[in-house]
């Protein structure tokens, strides 16, 4: 028996499927313990969640097919599982662990190598880019999660500028309006702690992939920084 004929026998890797991997599980849980160590911000079980949830609804509202929607919602729950290795590249050191994880848990190798990309392409600072609509929504999806309870520290004056930013960031929220063509990311900072041109300016270079991700998929970007539209 092939590779690719067992893979077909066995029931789709879903969310689920990793939700219930201890292999997976352990990696995420150790991963957010390795940046904790590191002052990171938080990448735990609750990032990976969100992300993967987004991901699904981006494509869904667009009216992708169920399974591209859930290959969406594969590649956002283990976009940042290469935080593992080293932080640095890790949508490429998280691609392949994927590579790994996926083909164990028996997915065909068409469905992994799409979730590769997405994982591999997630990030904008290594050259990310929306290779395919799955990487286009979990680019989207993982950008819009900025928000205070991600920030670790405490102590203010250790912050660094993203966890000023992220600490600033009250509320975030992902709207898709497919019938006009539509994906906007509005956030509520408080501008005691960082203004909306500091937020701007630090999150300009992620907010750029955000407008090619919205294009890849048809649609235009907006973001709002509480009551001012930016893009
Ligand atoms: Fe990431
Ligand atoms: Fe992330």
Same mark, same amino acid.
């Given at each position: 028996?092939?590779?690719?004929?067992?893979?077909?026998?066995?029931?789709?890797?879903?969310?689920?499927?990793?939700?219930? &991997?201890?292999?997976?599980?352990?990696?995420?849980?150790?991963?957010?313990?390795?940046?904790?160590?590191?002052?990171?911000?938080?990448?735990?079980?609750?990032?990976?969640?969100?992300?993967?949830?987004?991901?699904?609804?981006?494509?869904? /509202?667009?009216?992708?097919?169920?399974?591209? $929607?859930?290959?969406?919602?594969?590649?956002?729950?283990?976009?940042?599982?290469?935080?593992?290795?080293?932080?640095?590249?890790?949508?490429?050191?998280? !691609?392949?662990?994927?590579?790994?994880?996926?083909?164990?848990?028996?997915?065909?190798?068409?469905?992994?190598?799409?979730?590769?990309?997405?994982?591999?392409?997630?990030?904008?600072?290594?050259?990310?880019?929306?290779?395919? &609509?799955?990487?286009?929504?979990? @680019?989207? !999806?993982?950008? &819009?999660?900025?928000?205070? &309870?991600?920030? =670790?520290?405490?102590?203010?004056? !250790? *912050?660094?500028?993203?966890?000023?930013?992220?600490?600033?960031?009250?509320?975030?929220?992902?709207?898709? =309006?497919?019938?006009?063509?539509?994906?906007?990311? =509005?956030? /509520?900072?408080? $501008?005691?702690?960082?203004?909306?041109?500091?937020?701007?300016? @630090?999150?300009?270079? /992620?907010?750029?992939?955000? =407008?090619?991700?919205?294009? *890849?998929?048809?649609?235009? *970007?907006?973001?709002?920084?509480?009551?001012?539209?930016?893009?």
């Amino acid at each position: 028996m092939t590779e690719v004929s067992s893979a077909a026998a066995r029931p789709p890797i879903t969310v689920e499927t990793l939700r219930t &991997s201890p292999l997976i599980q352990q990696f995420i849980t150790t991963t957010n313990e390795f940046l904790g160590v590191l002052g990171r911000i938080q990448h735990d079980a609750g990032h990976a969640e969100l992300v993967a949830r987004l991901s699904y609804e981006i494509l869904e /509202k667009l009216g992708h097919p169920q399974r591209e $929607c859930e290959l969406a919602a594969i590649a956002g729950y283990l976009h940042d599982l290469g935080n593992l290795v080293n932080r640095a590249s890790h949508g490429f050191s998280g !691609a392949l662990l994927a590579y790994q994880i996926l083909r164990d848990l028996g997915m065909e190798p068409k469905e992994y190598a799409q979730v590769m990309a997405a994982i591999g392409n997630h990030e904008e600072n290594t050259g990310g880019n929306p290779v395919n &609509s799955i990487t286009a929504a979990v @680019i989207l !999806a993982d950008k &819009s999660n900025v928000h205070r &309870s991600r920030v =670790r520290k405490c102590d203010l004056a !250790a *912050f660094t500028t993203r966890d000023r930013v992220n600490y600033a960031a009250e509320d975030s929220e992902l709207e898709v =309006r497919p019938d006009e063509k539509l994906i906007a990311i =509005r956030i /509520k900072i408080d $501008c005691q702690i960082c203004s909306v041109v500091d937020y701007f300016e @630090i999150y300009m270079v /992620k907010m750029m992939l955000c =407008r090619k991700a919205a294009q *890849f998929l048809g649609c235009q *970007f907006e973001l709002w920084i509480n009551d001012s539209k930016l893009l």
